[in-house]
């Protein structure tokens, strides 16, 4: 009896909550001056069709390449915790004691189709970017589920893991990199002034913005293809 | 006149994947309920998709990319998910005691 008492009281006071949120909601009839500004600036300043992409990648691109920190410590966390009893390198995929049941050969079949599929509409994300909504995260996250699918329909198959960190080092130390020359050539860290800003609204225009998204790109799809990789059994 | 087929088909499309949304909730087996989720949202896509493409024609070869993808991945993960359901033995509402796919993998583990 208390017990179910206590459930309406925590009901209705929830109820009561979320009731003076929705009649004290107004809708905004104009943005606000920071959002204003951005708006403004974005394509005035960084050559920019798509605002958000163009925030991320330069007045917030530090807040990304620590986003990008933290994905990296997950991946990193996600080997070191799953990554202990592997079979040594060198076995043969066929020796290995593998319980998965081969797919069917229409899933193998669909994942031919599917993969460059996938694989090029990621690519058109990232190279988009600047121009439409999608960008580096979103392109790398397409990208690892095409890895995804790959890892599915062949339990057999085994990402080259020396590659993927290579490469994602890489586009990390890159990223990096192009913030340097940010502070050296152009106003700050991650300017994207270092290249020409081009004509606005083609698709090579603003600047380094393109760049730093496929860098963003290969690396966040090289690390969740990683972490993918660490949580097959 | 065409905003008003392409409404229509989107509502047709919607009508399509509200029976694939209650086939869920009421067939009565994983495999049952598999297809209604699968194959109804397969024909609810493809006629959204459609009458989308007549509101807007500059989308058409977008909208057709993205239909050639639903009718690659939809019918190829009903299958595999048939299949896993069927590997692990998961019973049938209403099993008469026919199951081809047993009897194909029998014969084929006798033959060898």
Known sequence: MIRRLSIVIAVVSFGLVFASLVIGYAERQSPRPLAESYIRLVPQELGAANVVTGILLTYRAFDTLGEVAVLFMVAAGVGLVLGGERPSRGVPSDVRPDGARPSSEIVQTGTQILVPLISIFAAYIIMNGHLTAGGGFQGGAVIASGVLLMLLAHPQYQPDLEFLGITESAAGALFVLAGIAGLIVADGFLDNRILPLGQFGAFFSAGAIPVLSVLLGIKVGCELSVVLERFRA | ?112
């Open chain 2, 1 to 112: 006149m065409t905003d008003l087929i392409g409404s229509v088909l989107v509502l047709l499309g919607a009508i399509f994947h509200f029976s694939a949304g209650l086939g869920m909730l009421r067939m009565p087996d994983a495999y049952t309920r598999m297809q209604a989720g699968t194959k109804a949202s397969t024909l609810g896509n493809t006629l959204v998709l459609t009458g989308l493409a007549i509101h807007h024609p500059g989308w058409s070869f977008k909208l057709l990319i993205i239909v050639y993808f639903v009718l690659i991945t939809n019918p190829i993960s009903s299958h595999a998910l048939a299949r896993a359901a069927h590997a692990i033995r998961l019973p049938m509402a209403g099993d008469a005691g026919i199951d081809a796919l047993r009897d194909v993998q029998q014969r084929a583990g006798n033959g060898t």
